[in-house]
């Protein structure tokens, strides 16, 4: 029977995908499952004699839904862990949904039935058109994602469910938090449609200038519900551990969300905060080679703004879009300041000035006077002449600046309101954008607004873009007066115009957009990029702009040597600064395709599609699947040749040492989730998560070091052209330090052999556990797991060995294949090869340890240190001797740095390669060879390492 139920399950297992973008290009991301069934599970023909259909009658019961969100210095890790359990007696359909904020990357997915995890990897468009082809003409379920442009990004994923059978749904994404009207707002969607037992959001906030402003406001249900909060919601709790710090934790009972509605929480829960201001250069972050700039002054003047509010009033206005219309522009023309001048210009088959030939200032009587105009003067009927609107608008503004050449500085906008496409005069849009472009003349900005479905936002966008401004969609929807008047808010107090962030060109590199046409109050303006390994322990910044009287020059020297403390917090996103660099350079990329040439939106995909698949986000270039692999592949594994007659992996059943039974918990982005073992003790295969970008087979490194055996050190010095090798004969319980760079650290920890081998006087000892640190990134391996740390030991990922996985976490692959696994640093290249020797229980004198290899260490820096990082950058002279007599070993000195030493020829195993190779054998502990004592390099726990290490200015 057990049998026969999975065998339907597979049978019917159905996979259905959509994923609803917003404000994007034509064709965003797409989303593809592809499951691809073992020959010996070949499903059966529907209706045969073990086929379950879909029931709609029930869906299956969401027992436990888990948001947990990690906002690092205003850039946002969030993960969505969804469990569903079917109690039916037949299949049924399960269904994960969530809404994304429209900026969100996604950046992995994983669904877990049937005692199988199945891991997203992010492609190529086109490679996973590809794949899933194939799948579909191989008869093969597969499923993809369809894109259509909406407010939110929809993220959704039905697969059926067999009989009293569960499924896990883990979603991660990534985004900015972008400061709008003087506050940052996460916003986390709780739409389970049902009262779910086991509800928790957990919120942690980690800045570096204190938290000013936090509250919690009452679940929103729309956009027009609390947007600028109402009340506390009743049930969070906040903890405020230290002023730059929060804690935020919600967890509602059945009777909590009942009294919300009988089908429990539909809404958006949001958290807003602000942090401390002053007038001054900003916050910068440095970690690991990569810095963010945060911009956001306070206490200055506002600057006057000229601005033209072109109003669509063609015949497609009619009705709901033009009653909204008016409203807004009621409430918005009233909040001008005395000093703004203004003027309105409703358009249709021509255009229409309400105080034709000039600016207005905005006092009392002249904002009643247009209020009137708006309410009973535009009513919608006629064309959509764009092209003559925005001329005529730049031209009234032009006769502000030629008639006041000497008058106060201001800000002169344009706020373009549409919902159509041209149809009267120029209806070219690519004719208009010209037109345009050169009335304006980088004088002004231009803001456009598409309101409803029918508008051609990419035009605007384009046009938008080109012109100093930025598009945005309104929705026809009963809240569009708030969502205009929401948008004028942001651009309503500009405080400096003609912003220009500054660094030193040799040693900042790869920078995000640093010029800024208006700085508006309540808003933040945000550079990354680069830090050189050539900077010193301070960076030069300048941030210049103009304000209304004057030019505003604002410096600052940057200590780089280490980060804020509160970034080298444990629950902190690892990395963030370099994966926000690449989510503002991605979009950054995205934007300046909508107006390149050919020649230069195709080297602007490229580039945009190479950190896209680097850093595993979800693009309009890029899909994601998920794959099952073919039992072929673990077939082939299982041929690849035993390293070692003695050295044999556990019996399938079996297990070693402490190794974890039962299930072991996979951490995502600090989420704790189940990933079940099967009956061999393995994990199930995670080669969906893949490394970024397309890979060929990497060709094996002209040089190596290592550290394998009893322990034998293994060393390929090019400068030498030769093999050195050397043993170190610690104690059980010594922890050495094997390599030390800017962001790395190795250390291993020492085991003793069994009994001392016949002959020899001596207790071998071998490596029995490896600590690996690479940048926020930390590894502690052993003969029966890998574990990934997470911010605690509940955060923490269990890998067993034996079986197929790869992931990523921050900018490190992570590839386990059986007995080897290779931790391979993304941006640098830098990689390291672990093998495990598991030893026959019986051995009568070796326990299981561990072998640690160099594979490519190009990326290390010129100050790599540790007893194999040493020899890095080493330069050696070898001096052999004549012709030993007959039966004599080979002799030789090596001259390094200002030493001399003995050394004498000797035949190593290269566990890697599985041969034996010939070295040169320094004695003593390698005396002289090595700098200092071998003491020396003995560090008091694992995971021992100096701040510096991890924060150095030349960090990978």
């Not at 009972?253 to 201001?277: A, C, E, H």
Request: hydrophobic residues 35%.
């Amino acid at each position: 029977m057990d049998y026969m139920w999975k065998t339907s399950f597979v049978c019917t297992t159905l996979v259905v995908l959509a994923l609803v973008a917003a404000d994007v290009v034509r064709g965003e991301g797409d989303f593809i499952i592809v499951k691809r069934f073992p020959k010996k599970r070949v499903p059966r023909q529907a209706g045969g004699p073990v086929a379950q259909q879909i029931s709609s009658k029930k869906k299956p019961e969401i027992y436990a839904l888990d948001i947990k969100s990690s906002v690092t210095s205003r850039y946002a890790e969030t993960v969505v862990t969804s469990r569903l359990a079917n109690k039916a007696d037949e299949a049924r359909e399960a269904v994960f949904e969530l809404s994304l904020p429209k900026t969100a990357f996604i950046s992995n997915f994983s669904l877990t039935i049937d005692n199988e995890t199945y891991y997203g990897e992010v492609k190529g468009k086109e490679r996973a058109e590809k794949e899933y082809k194939k799948a579909v003409s191989k008869g093969q379920t597969a499923g993809k994602v369809s894109a259509t442009p909406k407010r939110e990004n929809k993220f959704k994923v039905s697969v059926n469910v067999a009989a009293h059978n569960k499924v896990t749904f883990n979603l991660t994404y990534e985004e900015l938090l972008q400061r709008r009207l003087g506050s940052y707002e996460l916003v986390l969607s709780i739409r389970p449609q049902q009262v779910v037992r086991h509800l928790k959001i957990d919120v942690r906030i980690i800045e570096t200038r204190d938290i000013v402003l936090l509250e919690v406001p009452n679940i929103r249900r729309s956009i027009t519900e609390n947007t600028y909060g109402s009340g506390q919601l009743e049930g969070v709790e906040i903890s405020r551990m230290s002023p730059n710090r929060a804690h935020i934790q919600y967890r509602p009972t059945d009777i909590d969300q009942m009294r919300m509605s009988p089908s429990g929480i539909n809404g958006d829960f949001l958290v807003r905060y602000d942090v401390k201001r002053d007038l001054s250069v900003g916050d910068i972050q440095i970690v690991n080679g990569y810095f963010v700039h945060y911009f956001a002054p306070s206490g200055l003047p506002v600057v006057p703004k000229n601005i033209v509010f072109i109003i669509d009033k063609s015949g497609s206005m009619s009705g709901t879009k033009i009653r909204q219309t008016k409203k807004a522009m009621n409430t918005i023309l009233k909040d001008l300041r005395d000093h703004d001048r203004f003027n309105v210009m409703p358009f249709s088959y021509s255009s229409e000035v309400w105080r034709p030939n000039e600016m207005v200032l905005a006092t009392k009587e002249n904002v009643e006077s247009a209020r009137t105009y708006v309410r009973r003067r535009i009513d919608a009927n006629g064309g959509t002449n764009i092209n003559q609107a925005i001329l005529d608008a730049a031209a009234l503004l032009r006769r502000v600046t030629d008639d006041q050449p000497n008058g106060p500085r201001s800000a002169s906008l344009i706020i373009f309101l549409t919902d159509g496409l041209p149809s009267v005069g120029e209806s070219n849009t690519r004719n208009i954008m010209v037109n345009v472009k050169n009335a304006i003349r980088d004088q002004f900005s231009l803001f456009c607004l598409g309101f409803g479905r029918d508008v051609d936002f990419p035009f605007l966008e384009k046009m938008a873009l080109e012109n100093r401004g930025l598009a945005r969609r309104i929705y026809e929807d009963s809240d569009a007066a708030l969502q205009l008047k929401g948008f004028y808010d942001e651009v309503a107090t500009p405080l400096l115009f003609d912003v220009q962030m500054r660094y030193p060109t040799n040693l900042v590199t790869d920078l995000t957009p640093v010029d800024f046409n208006t700085y508006f109050d309540g808003s933040e303006l945000v550079v990354a990029g680069k830090v050189s390994n050539e900077v010193g322990q301070t960076l030069d910044v300048t941030v210049v702009g103009d304000t209304v009287d004057s030019q505003l020059t604002l410096e600052k020297e940057v200590n780089v040597s280490a980060p804020h403390k509160a970034l080298l917090n444990r629950q902190a996103v690892g990395d963030f600064t370099q994966r926000l660099w690449a989510y503002l350079t991605i979009k950054h990329y995205l934007k300046q395709r909508l107006i390149a040439t050919p020649e230069e939106k195709a080297n602007l995909t490229a580039k945009a599609l190479e950190l896209s698949l680097k850093y595993n986000f979800v693009t309009p270039l890029t899909s994601m699947i998920v794959v099952k692999p073919e039992d072929k592949e673990v077939a082939e594994e299982e041929k690849e040749k035993e390293e070692a007659d003695e050295e044999q992996p556990p019996p399938p059943g079996a297990t070693m040492g402490s190794a974890t039974s039962g299930p072991v918990f996979a951490s995502a982005g600090g989420l704790r989730i189940p990933v079940p073992i099967g009956k061999s003790g393995g994990i199930p295969s995670l080669s969906g998560i893949r490394s970024r970008r397309p890979q060929a087979p990497r060709p094996r490194p002209s040089f190596s070091h290592s550290v394998d055996g009893d322990p034998h050190f293994i060393l390929d010095m090019p400068s030498l052209n030769a093999t050195l090798c050397f043993d170190i004969n610690g104690e059980a319980g010594d922890v050495m330090n094997l390599l030390r760079d800017h962001g790395i650290v190795v250390n291993a920890r020492v085991v003793a052999a069994k009994r001392v081998p016949d002959g020899k006087l001596k207790l071998p000892t071998y490596f029995g556990e490896l600590s690996i640190v690479v940048g926020a990134t930390r590894i502690r391996v052993t003969p029966y797991k890998i574990i990934i740390l997470g911010r605690d030991h509940s955060h923490d990922l269990v890998i067993p060995w034996g079986k197929r996985a790869k992931l990523i976490r921050g900018p490190v692959d992570i590839d386990v294949r059986r007995r080897r696994m290779s931790i391979r640093h993304v941006g640098s290249g830098v990689e390291f090869m672990v093998l495990q020797h598991p030893v026959k229980a019986d051995h009568p004198i070796k326990p299981d340890y561990l072998g640690f290899y160099v594979q490519n260490g190009k990326g290390l820096s010129k100050n790599v240190h540790g007893l194999i990082g040493q020899f890095h950058n080493g330069i050696a002279t070898l001096h052999i001797d004549d012709k030993p007599p007959e039966g004599s070993v080979r002799k030789a000195r090596i001259h390094i740095k200002d030493r001399k030493v003995e050394v004498h020829e000797k035949e190593r195993r290269n566990h890697l390669i599985n041969k034996r190779v010939q070295c040169w054998l320094a004695p003593n502990n390698a005396d002289q060879l090595i700098d200092g004592n071998w003491r020396d390099y003995l560090v008091p726990e694992l995971f021992s390492m100096d701040n510096t290490q991890v924060a150095g200015d030349a960090i990978l």
